[in-house]
Every structure is written in structure tokens, then in C-alpha cells.
């Protein structure tokens, strides 16, 4: 029986570092391929948002020195006397504006109620008509059938700040925002990843990660009047 040789035990250490370091190399790559996956998708993905969102954090921040002339329209009409049994009836039920009177304001008033909740009182419906940039109201007097509409309209930076803020932009916006938010978590979390990955070759990466921590950090604590 041959007995190896110290040479050979020698060999076969250094061949399993290599095959261990090699393994891990390549988990190393496949994960920084992964990372970098990541993070370019959600950057795809959130870019314009991002933009959105950083444009309108400038303008809601200087809001006071953005001067706006809102514009107000309103047009007057009468409701068919055909259709107000049915508003008399959601009057007594207090429920919806009926789906007859919807038509005739988007028809001949170029007016969208939508379904939902009416302010009724004595004589009278009341819908308010909210929207990113601008706010109104109809009123239906359910005795004449008399219509009166009021809209004001704020202007496009109105518009993108309540995009912002996600005012009266419906549960559509509302998801979008939800899943935009998802969306950045991504591009930071594989972003600080990747800083982490490269910090070894760029020495001033964690002082930097620090300062953007410590300043608002700072002005939170020390500059921010709490009331």
C-alpha cells in the first residue's frame, strides 16, 4: 500500500481552496448579477415617477411663491321635469344620484358626477366634484329641476403637487403610488448593496452614505420647530 506523499496532501489543500475560492466567486457574481438586475429594472421602472416626484417635492416646497390664477367656470341648466320622480325618490332614500340625472349632466352639462355620495337636504342635492388641481360642485334642486355647476381649476403645478400628494386622484393613483413607493425601496435597497459590493475600491462611499444620514438627521433634530 502506497502512503502519499506530503507533496500530494499538499496539492490536494491547495486544489480544494482553489475549488472552494472559485465557488465562491462565481455565488459572489451571481449575486452581483442579480443585484444589478434588480436595480436597473426598478430604476427603469421608477424613473419618470421619480422625476415626478422630485419636481413636485420643489414646487409643493415653494408653493407660496408660485403664483397661480385659478379659473373658475359655471354654467347654469334645468333637469328634465321627466327625470326628477327618480330624484325625488333617491331624495327620500337618501341615497345616490340616479343614474338618469348622471347621464343628462354628462350629456348636456358636460358635468361627470360620479356614483357615489349626495349632501341631500330639503329641496336640494348636493355633489362635490374633486379632482388633482381643481375642485367643484353641482346642485340639483329636486322641485324645479334647476342645475347649477361650479368648477375651479388651479392650473397644471396644482395639478402635478395633488399628484404628489394623492388628493382626489381616485384608487388608481392610489395604487400606483403604493406600488412606485415598492418600486424605490428596490432601486435603494439593491443600490446600497451595490455600494457595499464596491466600497472596498471607493473609500469615501460610507462617509458619504453617512452625511446624507447625519444631515437630515440633524435638521431634524436641531432646525425643525415642533410646536
Same mark, same amino acid.
Given at each position: 500500500?502506497?502512503?502519499?506523499?506530503?507533496?500530494?496532501?499538499?496539492?490536494?489543500d491547495a486544489a480544494l481552496a482553489r475549488a472552494r475560492a472559485k465557488t465562491r466567486?462565481?455565488?459572489?457574481?451571481?449575486?452581483?448579477?442579480?443585484?444589478?438586475?434588480?436595480?436597473?429594472?426598478?430604476?427603469?421602472?421608477?424613473?419618470?415617477?421619480?422625476?415626478?416626484?422630485?419636481?413636485?417635492?420643489?414646487?409643493?416646497?415653494?408653493?407660496?411663491?408660485?403664483?397661480?390664477?385659478?379659473?373658475?367656470?359655471?354654467?347654469?341648466?334645468?333637469?328634465?321635469?321627466?327625470?326628477?320622480?327618480?330624484?325625488?325618490?333617491?331624495?327620500?332614500?337618501?341615497?345616490?344620484?340616479?343614474?338618469?340625472?348622471?347621464?343628462?349632466?354628462?350629456?348636456?352639462?358636460?358635468?361627470?358626477?360620479?356614483?357615489?355620495?349626495?349632501?341631500?337636504?330639503? /329641496?336640494?342635492?348636493?355633489?362635490?366634484?374633486?379632482?388633482?388641481?381643481?375642485? /367643484?360642485?353641482?346642485?340639483?334642486?329636486?322641485?324645479?329641476?334647476?342645475?347649477?355647476?361650479?368648477?375651479?381649476?388651479?392650473?397644471?403645478?396644482?395639478?402635478?403637487?395633488?399628484?404628489?400628494?394623492?388628493?382626489?386622484? /381616485?384608487?388608481?393613483?392610489?395604487?400606483?403610488?403604493?406600488?412606485?413607493?415598492?418600486?424605490?425601496?428596490?432601486?435603494?435597497?439593491?443600490?446600497?448593496?451595490?455600494?457595499?459590493?464596491?466600497?472596498?475600491?471607493?473609500?469615501?462611499?460610507?462617509?458619504?452614505?453617512?452625511?446624507?444620514?447625519?444631515?437630515?438627521?440633524?435638521?431634524?433634530?436641531?432646525?425643525?420647530?415642533?410646536?
Amino acid at each position: 500500500m502506497d502512503a502519499s506523499s506530503p507533496s500530494d496532501a499538499v496539492a490536494a489543500d491547495a486544489a480544494l481552496a482553489r475549488a472552494r475560492a472559485k465557488t465562491r466567486a462565481q455565488a459572489r457574481a451571481k449575486f452581483l448579477r442579480e443585484v444589478v438586475r434588480w436595480h436597473w429594472i426598478s430604476a427603469a421602472i421608477c424613473l419618470i415617477g421619480m422625476l415626478l416626484f422630485a419636481v413636485t417635492g420643489i414646487t409643493l416646497n415653494h408653493a407660496g411663491d408660485i403664483k397661480a390664477e385659478p379659473k373658475t367656470i359655471t354654467r347654469d341648466g334645468e333637469l328634465p321635469p321627466a327625470l326628477l320622480p327618480a330624484l325625488k325618490a333617491a331624495e327620500a332614500g337618501q341615497g345616490e344620484l340616479p343614474e338618469s340625472a348622471r347621464t343628462w349632466l354628462a350629456k348636456e352639462m358636460d358635468v361627470k358626477a360620479p356614483a357615489g355620495p349626495v349632501e341631500w337636504s330639503p /329641496g336640494e342635492a348636493y355633489v362635490a366634484l374633486t379632482g388633482p388641481g381643481s375642485d /367643484g360642485w353641482v346642485t340639483l334642486n329636486t322641485e324645479t329641476g334647476a342645475v347649477a355647476y361650479e368648477r375651479t381649476d388651479r392650473g397644471w403645478i396644482a395639478y402635478l403637487n395633488d399628484l404628489h400628494k394623492g388628493r382626489n386622484t /381616485g384608487p388608481a393613483w392610489s395604487w400606483f403610488i403604493d406600488i412606485f413607493s415598492v418600486g424605490c425601496i428596490v432601486f435603494c435597497v439593491t443600490g446600497l448593496l451595490l455600494l457595499q459590493l464596491h466600497a472596498h475600491a471607493r473609500k469615501s462611499t460610507w462617509p458619504l452614505v453617512g452625511l446624507g444620514l447625519l444631515i437630515p438627521l440633524l435638521l431634524a433634530l436641531f432646525l425643525i420647530h415642533r410646536g
